[in-house]
């Protein structure tokens, strides 16, 4: 029935820019209490314990209809700050082989300075191969946020169209692909007001849906937008747009995906609320934490990290949202704290919040233990990630004992 959807409840009534504050918290607390009529999905989103009830759509058969075309190009959009869990594994066996593929790393206004562009692409390009990408046909970043990168990603793809060929938009829940889209339609000059919605909720994407995207305005003042780069060789190539005019080819279509879900994201956890103090909104400011042996540190009641060092103490540098409370005390005192704690108005073990969630939420359960000499990080899934550097073992709990990406280098 037509009723009220989470992203319409008062919690998407936060600053323009996502963030809470602690008196918007409290309202939202009190009004996520209140009986609102929202529709079942939203219900389930915002209220049950997802991971052991929820059923997570196969990448494989969401992606059938992109597959069973046989050509096309596909644009693989990820959140850079949540790299590389959120690329989809195996993308080119799951789209069809042959299809390149434009790996889009969206986010980026949120990366903080020190982060090294080259640097950052370089490790794009090899993640992007290791992890099954075969047909790789170039990389770039991008914010929806802000703008940067989408007149590049036009002219990445809109030989392609001109030329006939389907443009297929795919990526994991919540790395910004609506946001994309409704930058691309602005600047192709078109209303974005009738575009998909962008929700902080996963899922929101139901089905391949065509978007109608006309480039012609932007092809008008950009001419040679449809050029294709000139092979090395030197030899000289026909601008793409002469070739479909001569031979009088219907530009191809521009389809959005659903959204995928990936093992590695936690943000599939969270309700709406939840993921509006988790997930970083504004460039990541580093937080630096020495810690010593015998010490934990709490990431909301999210992650809890042990320290056993052998030497010196830990080095943990953190690059997750300004709302997220990062949380030190002593191990001894770690599992008191946590039963006391977490998801209480104390807000230093924030999410899950409210006693309800709390009571709900998968506990947190040792993942493994890592042992350390030098420096490793830690990617906590959609939430940002930490650098730590010492010597010694880490003993990591996730909810459930999900499992947490590492790489041996900061991103
Ligand atoms: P989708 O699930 O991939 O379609 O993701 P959405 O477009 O719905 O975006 C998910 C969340 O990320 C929303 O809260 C967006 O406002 C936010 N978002 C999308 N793109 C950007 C971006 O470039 N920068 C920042 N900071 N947030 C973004």
């Known amino acids: 029935p037509p009723s009220v959807h989470a992203r319409n409840l008062p919690a998407a009534a936060g600053n323009a820019d996502g963030t809470l504050t602690p008196a918007q918290l409290k309202e939202l607390l009190k009004a996520s209490s209140n009986k609102t009529r929202i529709c079942q999905r939203c219900h389930k989103l915002q209220h049950q314990n997802v991971q052991s009830k929820r059923h997570y759509p196969d990448a494989d058969k969401l992606l059938a209809d992109v597959r069973i075309n046989k050509d096309g190009m596909v644009v693989c959009v990820v959140d850079v700050v949540d790299f590389p869990a959120s690329l989809v594994r195996n993308l080119s066996q799951l789209v069809g082989i042959e299809k390149p593929v434009l790996l889009v790393a969206n986010k980026t206004d949120l990366l903080p300075e020190r982060v090294q562009r080259a640097a950052l692409i370089t490790r794009l390009k090899r993640d992007a191969t290791r992890f099954g990408i075969v047909n790789l046909h170039d990389v770039i970043l991008t914010s929806a946020a802000n703008g940067v990168g989408l007149f590049e990603l036009c002219e990445q793809v809109a030989p392609f169209q001109a030329a006939g060929h389907n443009i297929y938009l795919v990526g994991c829940t919540n790395v910004g692909k609506s946001a994309l889209i409704r930058g691309l339609r602005e600047l192709a000059g078109m209303d974005v007001k009738a575009g998909p919605v962008t929700s902080i909720m996963p899922g929101t994407t ?206």
């Open 206 to 411: 139901v089905g391949m849906v065509e978007i109608p995207w006309d480039l012609s305005r932007l092809v008008e003042k950009n001419e040679d937008i449809l050029d294709v780069a000139e092979p090395e060789d030197g030899a000289s190539v026909e601008p793409a747009s002469k070739q479909a005019e001569e031979k009088k080819i219907q530009p191809g279509s521009l389809y959005d995906t659903p959204g995928l879900f990936s093992n590695n994201q936690i943000t599939h956890l969270l309700n709406h609320t939840e993921l509006a103090i988790a997930i970083p909104s504004k460039q990541i400011r580093p937080v630096a934490h020495e810690l010593r042996d015998a010490h934990t540190v709490f990431v909301g009641g999210l992650f809890r990290i042990d320290v056993e060092s052998t030497e010196q103490p830990f080095n943990f540098t953190f690059y997750t949202g300004a709302q997220l409370p990062i949380h030190v005390c002593r191990t001894d005192r770690a599992d008191g704290l946590y039963a006391k704690h977490r998801g209480m108005n104390t807000q230093f073990m924030l999410p899950p919040i409210g006693p309800e969630r709390a009571a709900e939420f998968p506990a947190l359960e040792l993942w493994r233990a890592i042992p350390v000499e030098g420096a490793i990080d830690l990617c906590f899934g959609g939430l940002g990630w930490v650098y730590v550097t010492g010597q010694g073992t880490l003993h990591v709990s996730t909810p459930a004992g999900a499992p947490v990406l590492l790489q041996r280098e900061p991103p």
